[in-house]
């Protein structure tokens, strides 16, 4: 098969990329920097001609509210405008796990309308939502870091590893379109001060972690982002992947 993935340079796109070739597809990762811009329409019916299946791990390069809407919605008119023009029999989308149960974040606001495009489309879709990634931990710790403590909320997280989710996208590529969501977690639910207690412990470098729920992003989040009873499970631990990275 001829398969496009969108934001195929990117941390999940790249992973999926080398997925789909190693079991010998025919892939094209589609990305500004390779000439293919969602946000214009730039490059698009070129990389999609002849394609029997789009990939979308595109991410918006701002979380803010306006811009994060404008980019998913934007993207999602032009692309699904080529992928009609291009007879495209199956389109996968990422999303996030608890997407549509978070009303008060702007981002995942847009999201949805994301999601909401995929469904409204007329393409037959299968969407993937994933919990929070292992490599997004740290990130969040940084921002998150006053002086030398790490001020962090107790919300919880069921993280997963960005190749187990790239592991997903690319099998749901390879079937048929399921027109419906498949949501996936990593094995252990955690809150976040405490992966940030995990995180430290593997690697020391001064600072302590405080709980604060005031704090960061996920200050005053519903309980919804480590999934519940139906999500299916990924296998690698967050301590093992420490141990590794």
């Given at each position: 098969m001829k398969i496009v993935v969108i934001g195929g340079t990117g941390r999940i796109g790249s992973q999926v990329v080398a997925l789909l070739r190693a079991n010998g597809h025919e892939v094209v990762p589609a990305a500004p920097s390779t000439g293919v811009d969602t946000l214009t329409g730039e490059g698009l019916a070129e990389a999609l001609k002849g394609a029997d299946v789009v990939v979308d791990v595109s991410n918006?390069?701002?979380f803010d509210p306006e811009p994060a809407l404008d980019f998913f919605t934007r993207s999602a008119r032009n692309?699904?405008?080529?992928?009609k023009e291009a007879g495209v029999r199956h389109h996968v989308g990422l999303s996030i796990v608890g997407v549509d149960q978070v009303p008060d974040y702007g981002y995942y606001r847009a999201k949805v309308a994301q999601e909401d495009a995929v469904r409204g489309s007329g393409v037959p879709y299968s969407?993937?939502?994933?919990?929070?990634f292992f490599e997004f931990i740290a990130p969040v710790m940084d921002m998150s870091t006053e002086g030398s403590e790490v001020r962090l909320t107790s919300t919880r997280l069921r993280p997963i590893a960005s190749a187990d989710v790239a592991a997903a996208v690319a099998g749901a590529a390879q079937g048929e379109p399921s027109n419906g969501i498949r949501n996936i977690a990593g094995p252990e639910v955690y809150g976040l001060d405490r992966l940030g207690e995990i995180t430290l412990a593997a690697k020391p470098d001064g600072r302590t972690v405080v709980t604060d729920e005031s704090a960061g992003l996920f200050a005053g989040m519903p309980?919804?982002?480590a999934g519940d009873d139906t999500v299916q499970v990924a296998a690698t631990r967050y301590e093992d992947w420490l141990q590794r990275n």
């Open positions: 918006s390069p701002s692309l699904f405008a080529a992928e969407i993937v939502r994933a919990t929070q309980d919804v982002l």
